[in-house]
Nanobody, 128 residues
Framework: QVQLVESGGGLVQAGDSLTLSCVASGRTFSKYAMGWFRQAPGKEREFVAAVTWGGVSTNYADSVEGRFTISRDNAKNTVYLQMNSLKPEDTAVYYC?????????????????????WGQGTQVTVSS
């Protein structure tokens, strides 16, 4: 059974940093791309960042480029999202996602439809 469990969310002030973690189980995740998405109240879920199976290639939304960093530790089946210089508009539920359809992809997708497993989400709230 595939499981993705996020942690690390919380309430912070604008300008602060936060690191989210996503622990995966039930499959050999080291062969697959992983991503982070977020959903703010009243808005659609949107892409944040993604990383290929080996961690070499990454992809970021324009809104977080330069502030967020995605990484992974395949030995621990864990994907991280380091978030710096947080803004109130970063407030959302953050979801970890896994693309378990094709192994060893050379690019990390940004579309929700490319990911077939999702975590339950972790809340990030940034106060001004």
């Amino acid at each position: 059974q595939v499981q993705l469990v996020e942690s690390g969310g919380g309430l912070v002030q604008a300008g602060d940093s936060l690191t989210l973690s996503c622990v995966a189980s039930g499959r050999t995740f080291s062969k697959y791309a992983m991503g982070w998405f977020r959903q703010a109240p009243g808005k659609e879920r949107e892409f944040v960042a993604a990383v290929t199976w080996g961690g070499v290639s990454t992809n970021y939304a324009d809104s977080v480029e330069g502030r967020f960093t995605i990484s992974r530790d395949n030995a621990k089946n864990t994907v991280y999202l380091q978030m710096n210089s947080l803004k109130p508009e970063d407030t959302a539920v953050y979801y970890c996602a896994a693309d378990l359809t094709i192994a060893y992809r050379t690019s990390a997708g940004s579309s929700l439809h490319e990911y077939n497993y999702w975590g339950q989400g972790t809340q990030v709230t940034v106060s001004s």
